[in-house]
């Protein structure tokens, strides 16, 4: 039970214990509020936090010890390729910046600080999610006293979405046909999958009389490698429909292997992006794999296919693939100007 006392300015003061430290001697927590209500309440969420396990003591707690900790609570909740990328924020960034300061030590100005040293090599939007992440940390600790509760965030970087043209993909389609991954390419321009999705492919999704592709796994990187995992979101969860090309190529593929393994493409996916940007380099146009997608949900739009079904193909909502829509090009662009322009002439 706390002891709370008037002060001679009229506050009120509140001293909490909290058991005893390794050399027995008695930890105590003090509070201050303008009411005694308030005094008490203020104890009362100490004294269950610290009843729960709950309880850190901020003023003593160094950001490299909680952060660590911050990170291992979420393990089980976060795919394996999140709890990576925070543990390369935290261990790369966070760690030599404030790793040595206590919780309590870190102020607004630090971060301001941050932020305008990070900006200096990195992308505004790689920042921004730095900040998203730091906040995140010093939010589950530190509450309504998070330094990171008034900071200006950096504007999202604009980025341009290279839309690949039909000329393109014909370049890419004749450069890739009879090789070993070109039915890769054809599940990313035809089918718009995801590069992990695709990795993740067993021979049992493929289901050769319906013509149909169940995707419902996804490969991404973890600390120990590759690994499998639910697709992205609940929209990921999909059966598409696929052309008959593909299927007779993975028929072949099929019937080559001397041993059936249980993933279609046993390749590591980035070993094959780094394979793919090199093809790139070659035929002197700066497409990346997964620009095959958009081109996907562009010929979607474009043969007038309902947004909300081109979404349920894609594994994607309505928002993000209306971004995507957003890129269409400049020579569509116009094509629907004009015809725009030609309709309302004739009103």
């Not at 300015?9 to 027995?24: E, I, Q």
């Not at 950096?154 to 341009?160: F, R």
């Not at 890419?172 to 321009?189: C, M, T, W």
């Not at 996907?296 to 739009?301: D, F, S």
Request: hydrophobic fraction near 35%; glycine fraction near 4%.
């Amino acid at each position: 039970m706390a002891s709370i006392r008037k002060m001679e300015n009229g506050s009120f003061k509140a001293t909490v214990s909290l058991g005893r430290d390794a050399n027995n001697k008695q930890i105590r927590k003090t509070l201050y509020a303008s009411t005694e209500k308030e005094c008490k309440n203020k104890a009362r969420v100490i004294e269950q936090e610290y009843e729960d396990g709950l309880y850190v003591d901020t003023k003593k707690m160094r950001f490299s010890k909680w952060a660590k900790e911050w990170l291992e609570l979420r393990e089980s909740r976060i795919s394996p390729s999140t709890l990576q990328s925070y543990r390369i924020y935290i261990n790369k960034h966070f760690e030599p910046y404030f790793g040595k300061y206590k919780i309590s030590q870190i102020t607004e100005l630090m971060i301001k600080r941050y932020i305008a040293e990070k900006l200096k090599t990195l992308s505004s939007t790689t920042v921004r999610k730095h900040i998203y992440i730091l906040s995140a940390i010093l939010e589950d600790i530190l509450k309504h006293k998070n330094p990171c509760k008034y900071i200006e965030i950096p504007e999202v970087a604009h980025y341009e979405y290279h839309i690949v043209s039909d000329d393109e993909y014909k370049t890419i389609r004749e450069f890739f046909r009879g090789k070993s991954y070109e039915p890769i390419i054809l599940l990313g321009a035809l089918c718009g999958m995801r590069r992990g999705e695709i990795f993740a492919l067993k021979w049992d999704d493929i289901d050769n009389k319906a013509q149909t592709i169940r995707i419902d796994q996804a490969l991404c990187i973890s600390d120990n490698g590759y690994v499998e995992k639910k697709t992205k979101s609940n929209n990921g969860f999909r059966t598409i429909a696929a052309p008959e090309e593909i299927f007779e190529l993975l028929e072949i593929k099929r019937k080559k292997q001397k041993v059936i393994k249980e993933r279609i493409f046993p390749s590591r996916p980035d070993s094959f992006s780094s394979w793919f940007a090199e093809c790139m380099t070659k035929l002197k146009l700066d497409i990346r794999f997964h620009d095959l997608r958009h081109y996907h949900a562009t010929w979607l739009y474009k043969n007038g296919i309902p947004d909300l079904f081109a979404a349920q193909r894609l594994g994607d909502d309505l928002q993000t693939i209306k971004k995507v829509y957003q890129h269409i090009g400049d020579d569509t662009a116009k094509k629907y100007n004009d015809e725009i322009i030609k309709k309302i002439n004739t009103l």
